[in-house]
């Protein structure tokens, strides 16, 4: 192996072009490495360090063995999943420098690891018809700027130019912005898979920005780099759900929708279930399908009460109920009874609502599982 | 600082969700920081690191010094430009935890850095009108794949049905893929800025895959990971230019171009450089506009040599001159004599072009550059 890239180097002259701005052509460990056997050997060649692990997986860090040329190895059973990770070296966290699959969340990176079977085939790219996705800007009069936004459309899309298509709005939770769903909900794949796999209607997914004091994701704007600020905090005023009719607008506007009621779908994840649950309810005549993902259902910052406030607005909704209005939570997620007031309050309301209870907390395993679960009970 | 955050997290429960996930949300040291005088520091908590330094800026790894909370840093002066570089932990080659803006380059990533000043203020992200980047796929048939590339359509591409625009063909050297251009290359936020100067035409990008054996960059595709392996080798066959019919089909399929010879050009660095070169020359009545950086202008993989082989489709290329036939180099690069060579049997069998010699080799500094020179020329 080495001998084959250093002679591509010299073939190519790519050892010295790196050489000179030193991006440095690393000749990586196999690292992580999927077995036969299904289990996994993360590696790092580090002989000065003292400890090295993995974190990320499970509460705690699975340790590392050192060999005699310094290299330290562990192989580990791990289900079928999507995986998050790093490495610790004598208590700091670094990116394992074999993996270059990272993802970012808010302000750090984590290296990704998909372990084959079971829904990991979903999230996995597979040889199927790939849809595109683009990084757009619309207009936002409400919130007075152009922002950014994500959006997937089907394969296919661009190869039939009279056929129209549902939307599905998916929002991020807090600290997210306009890449997490594809980044680390690798929703592109997998509407990819579902689709090609006939179980998932053809749809144009729309991934806005869901904090309304932003206008990118950081180092996309003239903000430059990311440094962490209070401005995540200002993202549930309401503001944002108040500029949707923005992001639709443009939506329409721009790509061949189907843009009735019946076609429109929005979710979200913890702030964003909370912004689905918030905009579903200002736009009663909007979207037929409502996907709520450990959702921040606060009532004006707080709980959820069963007040006329409260209801008026959600009954004007049910008044002709969304064909589908989809609770999903996690039995240790931390804002699990704060969605069982919610449910109470539907029940004593008599609004009807699909729920689904799953084991494990507020974690983008859950996220990617719901979105796998709700997908496929859209535009039916 | 570390209270707001630690607030937002306990309000959101992102901590929980992190620590569920261990995501980690890492409360990162200000690295790099770029100082009001232009300096630049560079931090690291490592406290039972023996020796830490940056490594990717200038030949030689630049020391860190460590504090007594175990904390290194270093401060130094950088001329204004983006940079990528790495840390070095006792010589292991880490990405710095604290910067989360990374490129990844073949199987290695390293971190960005902009020093602002001089032609930083291109390669940063601006407040000006952004266009938006693609990532499609397109069918291949003389390659017999689908494959993906990324297209960048200018600011106001989308809210202006009727215009039609130019486009250029902008192609990554060996060991690149259809993100370096974008990633490395800041092609399109380079060209969001000239654009809004008025210094560049409105136009349509499109950066493919250049490894005819690839249908898209590592990790996008069914093949899963990148493990270094003998395909990159392969990417000089002709194959790719013999293709490269589709990749226009496609673009004046699906984007609003202008078809014609004075409204395309071709750019590409070192091996795509080389794809360039004899793709125009195969295609004589489809560019107007080549650009050969650092060109790995190789006949039949060696040197050029005057032959009739590769006179005779030169001489029917320029028996209608593109408008612009620009060479590129830097006086270091490993390439720099064949270029010379090349130089040599233009001038011999009287063909005119453009030459622009720089400093420094074969560099995305340099490629950067040139494109910075190259891009105000076209479609004039």
Known sequence: MKRVITALMLS??????Y???ALGFIMPERSP????????????????????????????????????TGLWSVTTRLRPDLYTYAML???????????VYVARDIASLSNVLIVPGGNSAYYAVQDVPHGSVRKVWYDSPTLGKERR?????PAGYENNPDRKYPVLYLLHGMGGDEDAWNELGRASVILDNLIAQGKAEPMIVVMPNGNGEMTAAPGQTGEGMYVPDGKYSRSQTGKFENSFKDI???????????????????????????????????????????????AAVRWNGNGVEDTEELTAPLKR?????????????????????????????????????????SE??????NWRDYLLLFLPRLFK
């Open 317 to 357: 909704q049910f008044a002709d109920a969304p064909r589908l209005y989809w609770i999903a939570i996690g039995k240790d997620d931390f804002l699990y009874s704060l969605n069982e007031d919610y449910r109470k309050l539907l029940d004593t309301t008599g609004l009807p609502y699909e729920y689904h209870e």
């Open 360 to 365: 494990g907390g507020h974690t983008w395993t």
């Open 89 to 99: 070296v004598d208590g700091m966290r670094i990116i394992d420098p074999s993996n």
């Open 149 to 153: 936004m994500t959006v997937y459309t």
């Open 248 to 294: 639709i607008a443009y939506t329409d506007s721009h790509y061949r929708t189907i843009p009735d009621k019946a076609h429109r779908a929005i979710a979200g994840l913890s702030m964003g279930g909370g912004h689905s649950w918030r905009t579903s309810m200002q736009m009663p005549d909007t979207f037929d399908y409502v996907g709520l993902f450990s």
């Open 19 to 21: 050489a000179q701005e």
């Open 12 to 17: 190519a002259g790519i050892a010295t072009g």
């Open 33 to 68: 490495e999927v077995n036969p056997d299904s289990t996994v050997t993360f590696r790092l060649r580090a002989p000065e360090a003292r400890s090295v692990g993995v974190t990320g997986i499970g509460m705690q860090p699975i340790p590392m063995e050192k060999d005699s």
